[in-house]
């Protein structure tokens, strides 16, 4: 049975995680604006940050800070070499880890790439009422974060439940 809420739009700010894209180069930063943007929500800002705990961890301690931003999206640096830093700069500032979305993701991606997804530091949580979700940096990666987990949850019609219902809750 289809539900009867209505779509509310959030705003998601997006960030790549790379010593090395561009914002020509970007393909995986791009995907995830565009199907967000696709999906109705709001883009608040997109930005390319090196792979640095602390130029990471600054700008979403300034996105979790607007009140504006219900949502940041990172790609890149999730991996296990020396440089991905993405999951050290973040969990410092989450409230809550939500623990099921890196379980799912590498679940999901274990069908497309078998046992490499073992190599991805996935992860989500709410940090300040907003909420963040930490993706590999290849465009597949971030079209199976985007398509198969994050877009139902940030869409206020996805039923039994969804995170967005739960956005005027997370800072009681």
């Known amino acids: 049975m289809p539900s009867a809420a209505q779509f509310i739009a959030i705003k998601i700010a997006v960030m790549t995680v790379s010593d090395t894209r561009t914002a020509a180069t970007d393909t995986s930063g791009k ?24 130029q990471i961890r600054a700008v979403v301690s300034r996105w979790i800070a607007d009140e504006a931003v219900q949502a940041v999206i990172t790609t890149g640096g999730t991996g296990v070499t020396e440089r991905d830093v993405t999951p050290e700069a973040i969990q410092p500032l989450l409230d809550k ?4 979305f890196g379980e799912i993701f590498r ?12 190599q991805s530091r996935t992860l989500g949580g709410v940090a300040n009422g907003t909420y963040i979700f930490c993706l590999p940096g290849s465009s597949g990666a971030c079209r199976t ?6 877009r139902d949850q940030l869409d206020s019609r996805h ?8 956005i005027p809750r997370l800072r009681e």
């Open 31 to 54: 995907l995830l604006c565009d199907r967000l943007c696709e999906a109705g929500h709001i883009l608040a800002e997109k930005v390319i940050v090196p792979d640095d705990i602390y």
């Open 97 to 100: 880890e939500i623990q099921g």
């Open 107 to 118: 679940m999901i991606s274990y069908s497309e790439i078998k046992t490499s997804t073992i």
């Open 145 to 150: 974060g985007w398509d198969e987990l994050i």
């Open 159 to 166: 039923s039994p439940c969804n995170l967005v219902e739960l």
